[in-house]
């Protein structure tokens, strides 16, 4: 299975078991949303399987205070599991919450430089749903990135994740959308659709919404996609 040190770990977030993956730290197991078919799943971040946790009888498991709920949370620390609650929402967010994880599997993180914020001031909509709509808000991890980047979300301070209306969307006027490949798989079918509202990008959702070893990358990678939209 890899690597782990001292420490056998459950990861229950997509990020994290990538990051520790690349840490030399590969879980004992992981969720079946982690793109990691070698490992053992345990459930999904909304629905992990605690008693199949606690059977494995790992060191520490990994959650995110926005991707898992507080009742799993709580109900594996009261089958006497240690639980590392990390919190993203932004990129500073990213180096404290990285740097906890890494003191605590016994590796170092390297804190990124994010450099220079850059001011295009285009607008963008980010679908992130379909049936209902639900669109890219703050505060969160994707949209401060896409705001480091020069590009901001037309539901800025709505909320994190806002369901939308199709005419609301339309009449705020955005710039541009931005449609990702997760959580929902947009694609070329569904050009026409999200070009009834502007001109329509396809990008990578795991480099908008997975951070943490993948940020140091995924920062660039953004930036170049976006140079020929905005």
Known sequence: ????????????????????????????ACTRFCERDDLEHVGGPKNPDVERIAALSPDLVVVEEEENRREDHDALVARGLEVLALHVRSLSDVNLAMGRLAARVQTTWHDIDFGPVTT????????IWRRPWMALGTPTYGADLLA???????????????????EDVRARRPDVVLAPSEPYPFKERHRA???????????DGKDLFWWGERTRGAMARMADQLSVVV
């Open 193 to 203: 659709e999200l070009e009834s509202v502007a001109p329509t990008h396809f990008v």
């Open 1 to 28: 299975m890899g690597d782990t040190g001292d420490v056998r770990i459950v990861s229950l977030v997509p990020s994290i078991t990538e990051t520790l993956s690349a840490w030399d730290r590969t879980p004992i």
């Open 120 to 127: 295009h001031g285009a607008r963008a909509f980010v679908p």
């Open 148 to 166: 480091h980047l020069g590009v901001s979300t037309i539901y800025d301070s709505q909320a994190p994740y806002p369901i939308v209306e199709w």
